[in-house]
């Protein structure tokens, strides 16, 4: 079963990195681009998502050297776009209250691409009261919180009170599973992701919450496989990686890799996918990321590798 699951988890995981990087031109920034990034989910949350697969890719060491080459240069490829860093200091120079650059910034960080100014910034503005209060998601008050972490802010100014925020969310409140529906999944995935830091700190889930999880996990893989919600089963089985006791089979794996195009494509959901490249990009890049960081996180959980903390 095991030898299944790494097999199938890392055919997956490889395939979409490849593909990524391969397309990688495709998410490059508009040469006319600033700071102000008018509509940053276009191509600029999009980067620091390719940079965020790659960065797991690196940390976890299990992948092979393509794979490992792969993830650098496209990670490089990200920092050039946000110019060395350049631009997420500036954003944050001029919307002090933009949490985004602390966001896009971590997974460079996580990889060894470090800006000093933008880090002085950070830890300036990361401590400054109107800043914590920003109103957001709970799970993305999580984000910003484990972003800080990695980037080593969590020391400076005020620590982050993690059981408070872990509390706050949907998650922490172990609701009615029946009654998830389809943002409340991403939203149930976010917590656990930076909770445990993408799978690095399993620990960082409390116990209870682990149980119930661990409880639900496979029915709503079930539901949103049924239902060929690509996205948000690659997200799920991230969760399962995530977990003190890892959830991976290899049912869940064929499956996603039965759907995974010959080019390394994860489409995102049931629907035709169109022959436009650039649509085809847009579309299913983040599918290809989260498919990436979860065949990942498989392999190294399935292998007993992976984060020193385990």
């Not at 995981?13 to 508009?30: F, I, K, T, V, Y």
């Not at 496209?74 to 650059?101: I, K, N």
């Not at 539901?223 to 977990?243: F, T």
Request: glycine residues 6%; proline residues 6%; contains cysteine.
């Amino acid at each position: 079963m095991t030898t299944s699951v790494t097999r199938s988890a890392h055919q997956v995981s490889s395939r979409a990195l490849a593909w990524l990087h391969e397309q990688r031109e495709l998410g490059a920034l508009p040469a006319d681009s600033t700071a102000e990034l008018a509509e940053p989910d276009s191509v600029y949350k999009p980067l620091a998502e390719s940079a965020l697969a790659a960065s797991i890719v690196l940390r976890e060491s299990v992948s092979g050297s393509t794979e490992s080459r792969l993830a650098r240069e496209l990670m490089a490829f990200c920092w050039h776009q946000l110019r060395d860093g350049d631009m997420l200091y500036e954003r944050l120079l001029r919307y002090s209250m933009m949490t985004d650059p602390l966001e896009a910034y971590a997974p460079f960080a996580r990889g060894g691409l470090r800006h000093q100014p933008l880090e002085k910034l950070l830890a300036h503005t990361s401590a400054l009261r109107s800043v914590r209060a920003v109103e957001i998601l709970p799970n993305r008050r999580l984000a910003v919180a484990n972003a800080a972490r990695v980037v080593g802010l969590d020391q400076e100014g005020r620590p982050y009170d993690w059981p408070v925020l872990s509390r706050a969310t949907w998650l922490g409140a172990t609701p009615e599973p029946w009654l998830i529906d389809w943002m409340t999944g991403y939203c149930l995935t976010h917590t656990v992701f930076h909770l445990t830091d993408w799978g690095a700190s399993p620990a960082g889930l409390p116990e209870e919450l682990t149980a119930y999880v661990h409880a639900w996990l496979p029915v709503w893989i079930d539901i949103w496989a049924e239902i060929e919600q690509w996205d948000l089963v690659a997200e799920l089985m991230i969760v399962g990686c995530s977990l003190t006791e890892p959830y991976c089979t290899a049912e869940d794996w064929e499956r996603l890799a039965g759907v995974q195009h010959p080019d390394g494509l994860v489409p995102r959901d049931g629907d035709p996918v169109p022959d436009d490249p650039g649509r085809r990009f847009a579309d299913h890049q983040h599918t290809a990321v989260v498919a990436a960081i979860a065949g990942t996180l498989a392999v190294s959980r399935t292998l007993g590798g992976g984060a020193a903390d385990r």
